[in-house]
């Protein structure tokens, strides 16, 4: 394991009970930070940071429960969160699927509800807390899109949908906090093998696995380092970019 030195730095990581953003917790104690998780699920916060603290001796991991849907909430748990630390770095790993099936047979409070998680709950987020970095002229921002915000996946519409307006805006915030010290990138993974999974169908999943050129999913390690090495004061010059893991599917 490559070091990454994120010493003494505070970082929010949203979904941070399960998947991407309890890997990303992982690699980010390994590199020196504390970190509070946000996430909806209590008891998966509860289990999440007993592990974490199993694993990294001596590490602060603090948990906030949040709805980010829920503007309020995100307001309730940046305070919190402020309370304990100034926040250094934010990640948005959030986000929900909707269902697998074709536009016009799309159900509409489906359609609201991944807009709801993967966009507005990441702007709740990139709201509030980039207005306490910009007050401390320091931070970083990493946004988990997908390559189905690149590419349109087909049977995905709201979430491929969702995941363009993820990039759209991270190129947005990066432009507009490019004068200051904090930095907005997002990275956009092809398939990694997550809980995520249990809410697609073995049709969209195999469908997803056959546009990867190297023939396999990601691993959430994979994904970890990119977005720690984001979120470090090492990365100085990227700003609103798009960083690729998609196994060479998609490289533009």
Known sequence: MNLLNLKGRHAVITGGATGLGFAIAQRMLSSGARVTLWDRD??????????LRREHSGAVVNTVHVDVVSHD?????TAQTIA???????????????????????????????????????FHCCRELSAHMKARNYGR??????????????????????????????????????DTGVRVNCVTPAAVKTAIFDQMSPEHIQFMLSKIPMARFGE???????VTWLSTEECSFSTGAVFDLSGGRSTY
């Not at 209590?42 to 592990?51: I, T, V």
């Not at 519409?157 to 490019?178: D, F, H, N």
């Open 42 to 51: 209590a008891a998966g916060l509860l289990n999440a940071a007993e592990q």
């Open 141 to 178: 921002i990493v946004n988990i899109a997908s390559v189905a915000g690149k590419d349109g996946n087909p049977n995905a519409s709201a979430y491929s949908a969702s995941k363009a307006a993820v990039i759209g805006l991270t190129k947005s915030l990066g432009k507009e906090l490019a």
């Open 220 to 226: 959430p390690e994979e994904v970890a380092a990119m």
């Open 73 to 77: 909430s995100v307001v309730q748990a």
């Open 84 to 122: 304990l630390a100034g926040v250094d770095v934010l990640v948005n790993s959030a986000g929900i699927t909707g269902p697998n099936t074709k536009v016009w047979d799309y159900p509409v409070e489906a359609w609201k509800q991944v807009f709801d998680v993967n966009v507005h709950g990441l």
